[in-house]
């Protein structure tokens, strides 16, 4: 895959946004954690994903551009996505991102794809969100609805995503309690921009 920059259309250097990676195995609550950001903060933007998985049942659905193989493999063809990936059967892909200026992105995705994602923009940021326990995913697994063979499948995988998502990300949350872990990520993400802020800051000015 080609380098591919995050397009903005700011020509500053001071609006490039920030591109922040979250991560972790399936359950632990990314998607809740992403949600609570958006709210909370109105600098970030959400990229939302195609994917080859049949929404789920109730699911929003916006949560995702639901497409067939032939729709998906059409988009990779045309060089449209920055990331894209195949996991338990499915492909999931991030559009090459499209932030209003001014906005900095959040990807939700998993871990091959995050490694992409910072081979080509070795500036993005990975977040990794990890279970407090392997019974208390197994639990949010069966609340959301996932089918029981899908909970063992994702809590094998999950092993192998928490040991190699530690090796790639720059940031580990744990997320038991809800507000607790998104008070964790937004000080990330402010650290970030404060540092970016510097970097940008003539050292006379500083
Ligand atoms: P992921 O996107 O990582 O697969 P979800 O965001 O779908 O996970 O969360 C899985 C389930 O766990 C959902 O039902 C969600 O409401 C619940 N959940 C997420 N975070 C917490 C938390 N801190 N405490 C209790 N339940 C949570
Ligand atoms: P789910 O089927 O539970 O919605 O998602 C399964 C996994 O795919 C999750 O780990 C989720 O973060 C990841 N995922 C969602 N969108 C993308 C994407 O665009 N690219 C990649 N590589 N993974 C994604």
Redesign the pocket.
Known sequence: MGRISVQSSSPSPLADPLLLVLV????????????QLLERDEALWLSRSWTTRPPRPGEDPDSYVFVDRSGFEAHVERGGFLEWAEFLGHLYGTPVPTPPSGSDVLL?IELDGARQVVDVVPEARVIL?SPPSEE?QAT??R??GDAEDHVQR?IDKGRLELREGRELAHFEVV????EQ?VVEVLGIVEGLRQAKAARHTPPEER
């Open positions: 972790g195995p399936g359950g632990t609550g990314k998607g809740t954690v992403a949600r939700e969100l208390v949010r697994l609340g959301r994702r997320n038991d309690d809800l872990a």
